[in-house]
């Protein structure tokens, strides 16, 4: 059945494909941004739609639209881009949270929220399960968006328990795809760009470190999932692809899949950074019915391809 669902940072890498799919889905979508780390790029094949409508607008602050669900995740994801304003990240996280739950609330609408493997900081337990409380440092560098994060997830099961609120928390695991940004940041986008433009390819720190990456795809599929739940099941759950990869190995990868004649170089280890993840799924296995199909060399090829049309033109 047709629904009124409000994304929230729609026009950034993960919410334009989310938007895309609920359009698909035969939705009428209500797609919210500021454009800080998104852009209308990312959309512009969905503005002629008339079930989309874009409202640029900051989450920070209060919001008044009619819908029925809502996919709360506008926030810039980038250690790069939500360190530049470290108080706005947290406000974006706290108050846009805040915000889209009272909007829920108004509404009776189901919210879902954008939570990270970050909650779980420089994990102790390896791979992560949805139990584990995490090992995050309050006070550095990434915390504004790691404890922003955590406490979002208060908040979204404290409206739960409080106001009998239908709220769903995916921790979402690294993900990589198209409409990533050129200049994001994350590995993925950054050794890619490096590699098609046969630059030095930046490995932070020895490349020991591990992150287990989920193609963009598989991701959506989730998230319609989680929010087609019933009001019983709050999460939080893992989404993510268990297939473990090293920094050093992934650029050896990208540099193969790319074809490209870049070399490696060593630089420093930003302050924090997280030494392993991998998300454990059984939970998503078992109550979605959900895992990842596509592996890692099929969803960078598709990715290689993306930035190929728009950062080199070939
Ligand atoms: P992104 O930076 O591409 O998208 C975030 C979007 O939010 C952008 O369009 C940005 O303009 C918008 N935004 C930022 N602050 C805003 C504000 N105050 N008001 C309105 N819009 C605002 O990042 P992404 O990778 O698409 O991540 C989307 C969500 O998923 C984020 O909440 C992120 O924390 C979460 N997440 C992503 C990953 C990942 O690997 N991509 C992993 C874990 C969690
Ligand atoms: N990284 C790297 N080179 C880069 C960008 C990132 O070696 O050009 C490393 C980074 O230090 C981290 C891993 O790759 O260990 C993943 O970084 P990303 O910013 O993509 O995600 P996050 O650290 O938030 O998982």
Redesign the pocket.
């Known amino acids: 059945m047709k629904k009124r669902v409000l994304v ?10 989310l938007c895309a799919r609920l359009l698909d889905d035969g939705n009428e979508v209500i797609c ?8 209308f790029d ?1 959309i512009k094949h969905l503005v002629d739609d008339p079930s989309f409508n874009f409202i640029e ?5 209060e919001l008044k639209v009619k819908c029925e669900q809502i996919y ?7 250690p790069k ?2 360190q530049k304003d470290p108080i ?2 947290a ?3 706290v ?2 949270s805040i915000n889209m739950l009272e909007l829920a609330k108004e509404n009776n609408a189901k919210i879902l ?6 909650i779980y900081g420089d994990p102790l337990i390896h791979p992560q399960i949805e139990k584990y409380w995490g090992n995050v440092n309050p006070i550095g560098i990434r915390s504004c ?1 790691d404890e922003g ?1 955590r406490i979002a997830e208060t908040f979204f099961m404290d409206y739960h328990r409080q106001y009998d609120l239908d709220v769903k928390i ?7 795809g198209a ?3 050129i200049d ?1 940041g ?1 590995v993925i986008s950054n050794f890619i760009t490096q590699a098609l433009r046969n630059e030095d390819i930046t490995i932070y720190g020895s490349g020991k470190q591990t992150r287990s ?2 193609y ?1 795809d598989d ?1 959506i599929g989730a998230m319609i999932k989680l929010m087609d739940t019933n009001k019983a099941f709050t999460g939080p759950i893992n989404i ?1 692809n268990p297939e473990e990869i090293d920094i050093y190995r992934l650029a050896l990868k990208i540099i193969d899949l790319a074809d490209s004649k870049s070399n490696i170089i060593f630089c420093d280890l930003p302050k924090d950074d997280p030494m392993r993840r991998k998300p454990n799924i059984e939970l998503a296995q078992q109550l979605l019915a959900w895992q990842p199909t596509v592996d890692l060399d099929t969803g960078l090829l598709k990715t290689i391809n993306y930035f190929k049309r728009i950062c080199v033109g070939q």
Request: hydrophobic content about 30%.
């Open positions: 929230t940072g729609g026009a950034g890498f993960i919410g334009s494909h919210v941004d500021n454009l800080f780390t998104g852009s990312n607008h900051d989450i920070t602050k709360n995740l506008a926030c810039p994801a980038s881009y939500y706005k990240t406000m974006t996280i108050y846009g929220q954008a939570s990270t493997s970050e968006y994060k995916m921790r979402i695991f690294n993900t990589y409409h990533m940004s994001d994350r990456f989920c963009v991701l993510g």
